[in-house]
C-alpha cells in the first residue's frame, strides 16, 4: 500500500526522527516556489539556486527548534528571503550588480494583458518593465527584498517583518522607499501614456 501523502507536521516530524523521506517530502513540495522567491529577490538563478539549497541546508539543522504550531511554508520563506537577502548584501559588498535579466519577466503589475496588443502597447510595456527593473537595481538589498516579498509575493506587513526581522513600521518604511524609487523612474512614462 502506498504511504499517504504527509503534511508538513507529519513531514517534519519524520525528518526529525532521522527519515530521510520526511524532509524529502518538504523539498520537494516549497522547492519551486523557494526557488522563485529567491530568484526574484536575486535576479540570478545561480543565486537563487544557493539561496534555495541554502535554505534546506539550514532547515535541516535548525529541524529540532521548529516550534510545532508555526507554519512550515512561512517558516521556510523566512529562512529563503534571508538566504536571498544574504546572496544580495554579498553581492553589494563586492560591488556587484543586480544581474541583467529580469527576474520579474512581464510579471509586473505595470505589464498590460491584451488579447491583440498593438506595437505601441508593446513597447510601452516592454519600457516600463526596463524601468522597474533598473530602480530595483538601484534599491538597498533591504528595499529590494521587502518590494519583492510584498509586490510579487504578496506577503502582508508583518510576514515581511517577520522574514527580515523588522519591526512593522521599519518593513513599511522600507517598502515606501522602494515603491517611490519606483514611481520616480516610471514618471516619465506614465506622462507619455496619458
Same mark, same amino acid.
Given at each position: 500500500?502506498?504511504?499517504?501523502?504527509?503534511?508538513?507536521?507529519?513531514?517534519?516530524?519524520?525528518?526529525?526522527?532521522?527519515?530521510?523521506?520526511?524532509?524529502? !517530502? /518538504?523539498?520537494? &513540495?516549497?522547492? *519551486?516556489?523557494?526557488?522563485?522567491? #529567491?530568484?526574484?529577490?536575486?535576479?540570478? =538563478?545561480?543565486? +537563487?539556486?544557493?539561496?534555495?539549497?541554502?535554505?534546506?541546508?539550514?532547515?535541516?539543522?535548525?529541524?529540532?527548534?521548529?516550534?510545532?504550531?508555526?507554519?512550515?511554508?512561512?517558516?521556510?520563506?523566512?529562512?529563503?528571503?534571508?538566504?536571498?537577502?544574504? !546572496? /544580495?548584501?554579498? &553581492?553589494?559588498? *563586492?560591488?556587484?550588480?543586480?544581474? #541583467?535579466?529580469?527576474?520579474?519577466?512581464? =510579471?509586473?503589475? +505595470?505589464?498590460?494583458?491584451?488579447?491583440?496588443?498593438?506595437?505601441?502597447?508593446?513597447?510601452?510595456?516592454?519600457?516600463?518593465?526596463?524601468?522597474?527593473?533598473?530602480?530595483?537595481?538601484?534599491?538597498?538589498?533591504?528595499?529590494?527584498?521587502?518590494?519583492?516579498?510584498?509586490?510579487?509575493?504578496?506577503?502582508?506587513?508583518?510576514?515581511?517583518?517577520?522574514?527580515?526581522?523588522?519591526?512593522?513600521?521599519?518593513?513599511?518604511?522600507?517598502?515606501?522607499?522602494?515603491?517611490?524609487?519606483?514611481?520616480?523612474?516610471?514618471?516619465?512614462?506614465?506622462?507619455?501614456?496619458?
Amino acid at each position: 500500500m502506498e504511504r499517504m501523502e504527509a503534511s508538513d507536521a507529519e513531514a517534519v516530524a519524520l525528518a526529525r526522527s532521522g527519515d530521510a523521506e520526511g524532509f524529502r !517530502v /518538504l523539498v520537494e &513540495r516549497h522547492g *519551486r516556489s523557494l526557488f522563485r522567491l #529567491a530568484y526574484r529577490m536575486t535576479g540570478s =538563478e545561480e543565486d +537563487a539556486e544557493d539561496a534555495v539549497q541554502e535554505t534546506f541546508l539550514r532547515a535541516y539543522r535548525r529541524l529540532d527548534g521548529f516550534e510545532e504550531r508555526a507554519n512550515v511554508g512561512s517558516w521556510l520563506y523566512r529562512i529563503a528571503a534571508n538566504c536571498a537577502y544574504d !546572496v /544580495l548584501r554579498t &553581492r553589494r559588498r *563586492r560591488g556587484g550588480e543586480v544581474p #541583467a535579466d529580469d527576474p520579474a519577466s512581464g =510579471e509586473t503589475a +505595470a505589464s498590460v494583458p491584451s488579447a491583440d496588443p498593438s506595437p505601441d502597447r508593446l513597447v510601452s510595456s516592454a519600457e516600463v518593465r526596463k524601468r522597474v527593473h533598473s530602480a530595483m537595481s538601484r534599491m538597498s538589498t533591504l528595499e529590494r527584498s521587502a518590494f519583492v516579498l510584498r509586490h510579487f509575493e504578496g506577503w502582508t506587513i508583518e510576514e515581511i517583518g517577520q522574514a527580515l526581522d523588522l519591526e512593522r513600521s521599519a518593513a513599511k518604511h522600507s517598502i515606501f522607499r522602494a515603491v517611490r524609487k519606483v514611481r520616480e523612474v516610471l514618471a516619465p512614462v506614465a506622462g507619455a501614456l496619458q
